[in-house]
């Protein structure tokens, strides 16, 4: 595949709602472009709202959306159901056969203007607190520029939101200048009750909105 630096490659799924030809946000004039969404989605049962979760923030003007899942994120919807791009670890790996291609982590980390991890579970962050980056979502995270805003919202069993590693890991990635979309308290998917599950999509599609709008360059209608 033709390496083409700054712009999004092109891939065999891609859906035509994101333009693989996007200029590269470092490259291209703001008036030119729509802000770059870019959604992390791990394998918390919470991602079965990943397909409301992206019409929701296709609903705000001025954003384009991609997703990039991880292999267990995937067993929680149907990717028909998910109207944008949808990147995975095959994608990454597909693509890359000579020098000149393309490393997909690293263009997806130009082209996003944000980052918003929905949901977090508790794997994922804990390779994220400690750098570990062995799938194409941590590494996008692990590149990720720390000028741009990357948000996250945990989703777990109350028991492993308890579990004293939780809270040291949530705390290093505030330290790292992440954002929490905090968790709430209701009856778990798995009968228990209290907190863990995901923030509401209301809630984190306005504080994606938010933190948008406090950084410029986006015009609220
Ligand atoms: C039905 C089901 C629901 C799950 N829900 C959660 C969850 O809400 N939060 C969580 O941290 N792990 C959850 N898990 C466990 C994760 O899927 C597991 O840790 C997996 O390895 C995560 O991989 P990933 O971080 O690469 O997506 C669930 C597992 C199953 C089978």
Redesign the pocket.
Known sequence: MESRPGRLPELKATRPHVDPGASCPATAPSVERKLHVLVGV?????ALKLPLLVSRLLDIPGLEVAVVT????KHFYSPQDVPVTLYSDADEWEMWKHRSDPVLHIDLRRWADLLLVA?L????LGKVASGICD?LLTCVIRAWDLSKPLLFCP???TA?WEHPVTAQQVGQLQAFGYIEIPCVAKKLVCGDQGLGAMAEVDTIVNKVREVLLQRGGFQQS
Do not use: F, L, Q
Not at 70 to 73: I, L, M, S
Not at 121 to 124: I, K, R, W
């Open positions: 791990t394998g918390s049962v919470a991880t292999e267990r994120a949901p579970d508790a794997n994922t799938n989703a777990m069993n492993m």
